[in-house]
């Protein structure tokens, strides 16, 4: 029924004021508004619809990604959504976020600004920038290469410096050195940072970021000696295959100097390298950057899906009628609220870890304006520990909202498999999930090792200072409500993560030679590293599923015995319970429009079914009653089987 609201029953147990949470869930009033504002005038534009993307071949797909882009470049500038010509602002970054569709864009604002923001000369920004803002020209960030992209030591491209013409000379000396995997790079962009071995007078001086154009700004063919195509169709249909990830190489290719990016380091006109007074890391930053906007957009991809997984769970009913009533609807299940709301809870906890990390990366921003690099390696720990457990979890939640929807998770009028092939590369790019874990481990061993010398831990480590207090402690949780208590929790999660990193770093001192212990060690050192990283975003019902999920840990550790673990878990049931009438509710606080969510199971009115089946008859294989192919395919096949049947 078309107007009725087949949820409002569920909407008026709410037991909280849905309206002050969409704040709350926005970040302010005036977040709220503007989200609000701009969801709505892209679900209103016919070049933003997005429901036919499944249907559409590739080059179809990219032409429509294309014409997305230019169309949300005109109206940023129409409605001057921000300062004048720049995508940097909010308004138009929640512009993008609406028009759900990956894109160059994402990358030439994404990463290309930011990386001659972060790592280019005040001479070199005032240079690029106002071309690269009014988008004058278009760039990528081109690191990875087809033989390396974790270790980006490992890289091959090189930069030789020419002293007689004040050059540098870019190639790639193998084929394992072509640039493969940059978005935007295949089809669209001008420019690129490119990431390139410095060589100057036979010395190699490591990795280094250049500017290099790639096309002509006038017929857009690639400039001599670059050779640029697309590497091909990635996962899903639709998906992430709106981006151009290209494949580039270098043939020679001559810049002037000025385009090394020289704010770490510079080589003079007379080939002379001088590294600044600043950590060789910050050549990193334009990924620590990434990696927490790639935090706060998780708890953005996994709300997507609980929305539409806890909206089909009211709508959906399976057994459990009598005498002809209502059958259960499936979240009234034990089993799918303990599938389903610590998902729902972990949405919340990145949401707000995701501020949290905002806050890190604008602190530790201005302390490297003032030269205090004093909080980079805590930074750098942070972002990429959180962007590992954040992907990791939102990408194994959205499959687990698509299980929880039944059959018709499947369908991709559901939203689920497109959500999931979009947010699954997440997980690798940016840095390996695993690899960056062990980032996060080298880190806690650092610190483990230091505090014998008096070293004083920070931040996020601060709890290792009261190392003695966490090896002694035992939980004193007597029964199930003493859970509630976040000291309690914290507490427990806090000696689980101290316990697991020194059991590492006792591990590695027999090791005569650390690098190999590190190597050996590897797996434990991943666990002690996402024990680290769970302790930063526990909450409460969160962290009580994260401990039932964990008991072996807490329980190995000696921090919680097994009776402890079942009063977690009967306190957990006990959430789950004051959680069920307030699910909907949760889920309309995200304030996503039918348009953005793009799911038929997930409609904000609950009306499934007749729009399912509607949908169903506007598949291209619908257009005829008989299939192209039956005369020649199918029918020769009865007209046998007919035959044998008179034989
Ligand atoms: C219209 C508007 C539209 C707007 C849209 C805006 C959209 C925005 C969102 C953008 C979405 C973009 C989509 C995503 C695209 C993906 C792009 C990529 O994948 S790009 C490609 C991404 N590729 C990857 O992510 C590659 C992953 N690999 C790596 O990051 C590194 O090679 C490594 C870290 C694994 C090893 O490094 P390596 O040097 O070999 O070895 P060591 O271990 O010895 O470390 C040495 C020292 O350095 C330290 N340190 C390390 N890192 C950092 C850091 N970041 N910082 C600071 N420090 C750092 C480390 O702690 C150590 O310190 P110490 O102990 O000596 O004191
Ligand atoms: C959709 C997408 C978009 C991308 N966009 C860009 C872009 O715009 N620009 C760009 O430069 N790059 C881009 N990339 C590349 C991306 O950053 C890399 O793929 C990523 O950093 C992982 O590196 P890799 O492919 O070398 O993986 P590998 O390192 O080869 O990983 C393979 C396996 O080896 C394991 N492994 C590797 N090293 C270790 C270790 N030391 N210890 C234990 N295990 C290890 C990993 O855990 C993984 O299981 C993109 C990738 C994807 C998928």
Redesign the pocket.
């Known amino acids: 029924m078309e107007g009725v609201d087949h949820l409002a029953f569920e909407r008026n147990k709410a037991q909280f004021d849905v309206d002050e949470m969409k704040i709350v869930w926005a970040g302010s009033r005036e977040d709220f508004e503007l989200s609000d504002r701009i969801s709505r005038l892209v679900a209103s534009d016919p070049v933003f619809r997005k429901d036919d993307r499944a249907a559409l071949g590739r080059k179809e797909l990219f032409k429509n990604t294309l014409r997305k882009a230019a169309h949300a470049w005109k109206r940023v500038i129409e409605l001057r959504l921000s300062g004048e010509f720049s995508a940097l602002e909010p308004e138009a970054y929640k512009l993008r976020a609406f028009v759900d569709q990956p894109a160059f864009t994402d990358?030439h604002w994404g990463?290309f600004v930011p990386a001659i923001q972060g790592q280019g000369t005040d001479e070199q920004q005032q240079k690029w920038l106002p071309l690269a803002y009014r988008m004058q020209i278009i760039g990528?960030?081109?690191?990875?290469e087809l033989g390396?992209?974790?270790?980006v030591q490992g890289l091959e491209t090189t930069a030789t410096f020419d002293p007689k013409t004040d050059e540098f000379v870019i190639h790639s000396p193998t084929l394992t050195s072509s640039?493969?995997?940059?978005?935007?790079?295949g089809k669209v962009s001008t420019h690129a940072v490119v990431?390139a071995r410095l060589i100057i007078d036979g010395q190699d001086y490591g990795v280094h970021g250049f500017i290099v154009q790639l096309r002509s700004l006038d017929d857009h063919l690639p400039l001599p000696g670059i050779t640029i195509g697309d590497i091909g169709m990635?996962f899903g249909n639709a998906a992430?295959n709106t981006?151009d990830?290209g494949v580039l190489t270098f043939d020679h290719v001559r810049i002037p100097r000025n385009q090394m990016l020289m704010r770490v380091s510079q080589v003079t006109r007379e080939g002379k390298y001088v590294h600044s007074n600043v950590p060789r890391q910050l050549v990193y930053g334009t990924m620590v950057y990434v990696r927490q906007k790639i935090v706060a957009d998780a708890s953005v991809a996994l709300s997507r899906a609980v929305c539409i997984a806890t909206r089909y769970s009211a709508v959906r009913r399976q057994f459990g009628s009598h005498n002809g009533g209502l059958e259960t609807q499936v979240i009234d299940y034990k089993t799918q609220q303990s599938r389903l709301f610590p998902l729902l809870a972990s949405a919340y906890a990145f949401r707000f870890v995701g501020e949290w990390l905002l806050w890190l990366y604008t602190d530790v921003t201005e302390r490297l304006k003032a030269k205090d690099f004093s909080t980079l390696p805590e930074a750098h720990a942070c972002t990429a520990g959180l962007k590992s457990l954040t992907t990791t979890a939102t990408a194994d939640g959205i499959e687990e909202c698509r299980k929880l929807c039944g059959g018709h998770g499947y369908l991709c009028s559901s939203g689920l498999p497109e959500l999931f092939a979009v947010y699954v590369?997440a997980c690798?790019?940016?840095?390996?999930?695993?690899?960056l874990l062990?980032q996060v481990a080298r880190h806690l061993v650092k610190t483990v090792s230091q505090l014998s010398t008096g070293n004083k831990p920070v931040g996020t480590t601060a709890y290792m200072a009261r190392l003695e207090q966490l090896l002694q402690y035992h939980s004193d949780v007597k029964k199930a409500e003493d859970w509630l208590k976040p000291n309690v929790v914290l507490e427990a999660f806090e000696a689980r993560a101290a316990r697991m990193c020194v059991a590492c770093a006792q591990n590695l001192s027999k090791f005569s030679n650390p690098e190999e212990g590190f190597?050996e060690l590897?797996a434990d050192l991943v666990e002690a590293a996402v024990a680290h990283c769970q302790l930063i975003v526990v909450s409460n019902v969160y962290a009580l599923s994260l401990l039932h999920k964990h008991l072996g840990d807490f329980i190995s550790t000696g921090c919680i015995d097994p009776k402890q673990g079942s009063l977690a878990n009967e306190q957990l049931r006990n959430l789950y319970s004051q959680v069920r009438p307030n699910a909907v509710a949760l889920v309309d606080a995200y304030n996503y429009t039918d348009h953005y969510l793009g799911s038929i199971l997930g409609r904000y009115d609950g009306n499934v079914y007749p729009k399912l089946y509607e949908e169903a008859w506007k598949d291209p294989l619908n257009d005829s009653i008989v299939p192209d192919g039956f005369k020649e395919y199918i029918q020769p096949l009865l007209k046998q089987q007919l035959r044998n049947a008179r034989l």
């Open positions: 990358l990463m990528c960030y081109a690191q990875t390396h992209g974790s270790n640039k493969w995997w940059p978005g935007g790079l990431y990635k992430y981006m990830n590369p690798t790019y940016e840095g390996d999930n695993i690899v062990l190597q590897a």
